[in-house]
T-cell receptor, first 114, second 118 residues
């Protein structure tokens, strides 16, 4: 595997379910990100982990819970979601250099909440 | 606060025609500037970025962009469109001063969907 991988690619869940999204980066980076991509809206940064510590949490509802057990893996735990949470969830990683770091994105998980 | 405006949510061109996708930013100081592309069912991929120096930046797949400080713009161009260029394009900015958290925050525009017809 190369780059940034995400599983599952598609997920359908009910409002009372609990599920998790997984992201793995094979690039040796030290920062990982979760973004939400909804139709006709700019990408929304949800969470950032740098050196496995959460450094940004953009007022995301508590029904989204991130976890970063090591520098290569990032999870997004989901519970009691709402239909408006249906979106493409993108994971990204970067290597902090103090300059214009390039973020490398995974293919995303298409989430549908019924 | 920084922001990005992409003029035109949809652009349609003929194969072989010039591609011009517009991006303007708002920032108290010139930021780092990026263009990303998203092909169907894929994540975002970096096309090019501007940091410092030469204001005309060349990227992958024949794309280039020019940083114009006086116009606060970073428009993306390609001389001749190809069918494979059909995708969504995102302009993004990040501050030149690193955040204390050890990462650079990207602020994205809403995207422009490019259609290329024969």
């Amino acid at each position: 595997e190369t780059g940034v991988t995400q599983t599952p690619r598609h997920l359908v869940m009910g409002m009372t379910n609990k599920k998790s999204l997984k992201c793995e980066q094979h690039l040796g980076h030290n920062a990982m990100y979760w973004y939400k991509q909804s139709a006709k809206k700019p990408l929304e940064l949800m969470f950032v982990y740098s050196l496995e510590e959460r450094v940004e949490n953009n007022s995301v509802p508590s029904r989204f819970s991130p976890e970063c057990p090591n520098s290569s893996h990032l999870f997004l735990h989901l519970h009691t979601l709402q239909p408006e949470d249906s979106a493409l969830y993108l994971c990204a990683s970067s290597q902090f250099s103090g300059s214009a770091d390039t973020q490398y994105f995974g293919p995303g998980t298409r989430l549908t909440v019924l | 606060a920084q922001s990005v405006t992409q003029l035109g949510s949809h652009v349609s061109v003929s194969e072989g025609a010039l591609v011009l996708l517009r991006c303007n930013y708002s920032s108290s100081v010139p930021p780092y500037l990026f263009w990303y592309v998203q092909y169907p069912n894929q994540g975002l991929q970096l096309l090019l970025k501007y940091t410092t120096g030469a204001t005309l930046v060349k990227g992958i797949n024949g794309f280039e962009a020019e940083f114009k400080k006086s116009e606060t713009s970073f428009h993306l161009t390609k001389p001749s469109a190809h069918m494979s260029d059909a995708a969504e394009y995102f302009c993004a900015v990040s501050p030149t001063k690193s955040l204390s958290g050890g990462y650079n925050k990207l602020i994205f525009g809403a995207g422009t969907r490019l259609a290329v017809h024969p």
